[in-house]
């Protein structure tokens, strides 16, 4: 749904397309079954039924519920625009006010109370439908891709906001510089939340987020390969001829071991921090295009650069893929470049996530051990 607003946005696409495709969206996913408000993992994209394992995952659900609060302020902000238009727009109005109503409903009957542990103060990493459990692994880092998912929580009070303070802030420094580790260093756990979630000036998670992408051009430059470390697919196919898919990432940011075994740069992980370094990201974009990744749909999944699996001769290979949840990222990333972070924007418009903004405005501590 933001991709269809960012090609609005960017004028691919004009207002009525763009409506008609959110609601038709809306219409679907009202159709899936779900488990206490929440998506499953997969579906059968003819029959809509889930399919097996049947799994909730909390990270996934929470940037939903995330991207539906977006979703929430741009059709309430083109209503309003619609009221004060001189052509007949009330069918149209009418409409609009519906699919706010959905995704109002959708918002308040997502319960994250369930996947959440309340003697660890933490998130599992999701539910198991056939186990019927939480899955024992969690969510415990302040750097990670679940941050989406533990501030919608708490600005919709399915849990207490001591949660967020249950969060590691392990630091780290290189060359004078600080910032949160991860789990596995990616780029996608500094700055995936970002599409949506406003960073302030000298907080523990903007210089985090700086740190982050210092760190990616540094080790990037180190193995002489373009940066932008990150979970993506890479050069290894199953019996279905499907690429394998993990997290790469920085191995010093990041807790997970053997993280310099491999060397894999994602299109999208450099993308990702555009709003940032424009220009550093233009420079990189131009690198992967030499180097054989861009075609007919655009760039290439990622760029696989792991000695093991090249054959004799090579340098590198080109992951031939294009995933729709990281071409999207790059699509929401450019709109946020050239719309002055038009969805971070739109995110804080929804007053009870403006009322948790201060979460993310926690100060870089002075000292650190």
């Not at 001189?86 to 319960?111: A, C, F, K, L, W």
């Not at 295009?289 to 650069?305: L, N, T």
């Not at 090249?310 to 080109?318: E, V, Y």
Request: aromatic letters at 12%.
């Amino acid at each position: 749904m933001l991709a269809i607003v960012s090609a609005y946005d960017l004028k691919y696409i004009e207002l009525e397309d763009a409506i008609e495709r959110i609601s038709k969206t809306l219409e679907t996913i009202q159709k899936l079954q779900k488990w206490n408000g929440h998506l499953y993992n997969w579906y059968n994209t003819q029959t809509l039924e889930p399919l097996n394992p049947r799994y909730v995952s909390t990270v996934d659900n929470g940037n939903f519920i995330g991207y539906l609060y977006t979703v929430k302020q741009f059709l309430t902000n083109t209503e309003k625009n619609l009221k004060v238009s001189v052509p007949n727009t009330s069918g149209y109005i009418e409409n609009i006010n519906q699919m706010i109503q959905i995704i109002d409903s959708i918002i308040q009957s997502t319960d994250f109370s369930v996947l959440y542990n309340p003697k660890k103060r933490l998130f599992s990493i999701g539910f198991n439908i056939e186990e019927n459990k939480l899955t024992n692994s969690y969510y415990d880092l302040l750097a990670s891709e679940a941050r989406q998912a533990s501030l919608v929580a708490i600005a919709k009070k399915d849990i207490p906001s001591k949660h967020w303070n249950s969060l590691s802030r392990t630091i780290t420094s290189l060359k004078k510089y600080k910032g949160l580790v991860s789990w596995s260093g990616t780029a996608f756990e500094y700055l995936m939340p970002n599409i949506n979630i406003p960073r302030y000036k000298g907080s523990l998670l903007d210089e985090s987020c700086k740190f982050a992408i210092m760190n990616q051009i540094e080790y990037s430059q180190k193995l002489g390969i373009p940066w932008g470390i990150s979970e993506a697919a890479f050069n290894l196919k199953d019996l279905h001829s499907n690429y394998q898919y993990k997290a790469f990432g920085i191995p010093w940011l990041g807790l997970k071991r053997g993280l310099a075994d491999e060397m894999v740069s994602a299109t999208y992980g450099s993308v990702l921090a555009i709003t940032d370094m424009p220009t550093a990201v233009l420079k990189n974009l131009k690198e992967l295009e030499k180097q054989g990744m861009y075609d007919k749909y655009g760039f290439y999944e990622s760029i696989d650069y792991t000695p093991e699996r090249l054959t004799k001769g090579q340098k590198s290979i080109p992951v031939k893929t294009y995933m729709a949840h990281h071409q999207a990222l790059i699509l929401l990333s450019i709109n946020n470049l050239f719309n002055n972070q038009i969805f971070q924007k739109r995110f804080m418009k929804n007053p009870e996530i403006e009322a948790v903004s201060i979460l993310l405005q926690e100060r870089m501590p002075e000292t650190f051990i």
